[in-house]
């Protein structure tokens, strides 16, 4: 990750593009997530264009948070991707002390095959709750 961006591989770089073309002429209804281009960001479609009150798409975050707009045609719209669970990545967890915070580097599955790599972060609390929710468990039979 650089910048808070997740990096962009060849794999991620042709997900876009077909996101792009996934769906010329899309238009999403009030309460559809859409995946905003121009801001690389999902949002829960809240206004759309009527041609009197609202003369573009408003967008909200899923979970919350300031709202954005986006072009009356739609053009940077697109039907956003589900993802369908997150695994290790494989690199170490780190631990930042003076933020309290942890980072691990996860693999985001999505419904239509692809991966993305990005990194959870986690809270000292988060951590905590993670770690006294896994059970003792007996070391596999040999």
Do not use: F
Request: charged share 20%; with cysteine.
């Amino acid at each position: 990750m650089t910048g808070g961006r997740t990096e962009r591989s060849a794999e991620n770089n042709a997900r876009r593009r077909a996101l792009q073309d996934a769906a010329p002429g899309w238009k999403p209804q009030l309460g559809d997530i859409a995946h905003d281009m121009a801001r690389s960001r999902n949002g829960v479609v809240v206004g759309i264009p009527d041609g009197a009150a609202c003369l573009n798409y408003h967008l909200r975050p899923p979970k919350g948070g300031d709202e954005w707009s986006a072009a009356p045609d739609a053009s940077t719209l697109r039907p956003a991707c589900t993802v369908t669970h997150a695994t290790p990545a494989g690199g170490a967890m780190s631990y930042d002390a003076r933020a309290k915070q942890g980072a691990l580097p996860i693999v985001l599955h999505h419904e239509d095959g692809t991966t993305e790599e990005t990194i959870l972060i986690a809270s000292r609390a988060e951590l905590a709750e993670l770690a006294v929710s896994i059970p003792d468990a007996a070391p596999p039979a040999a």
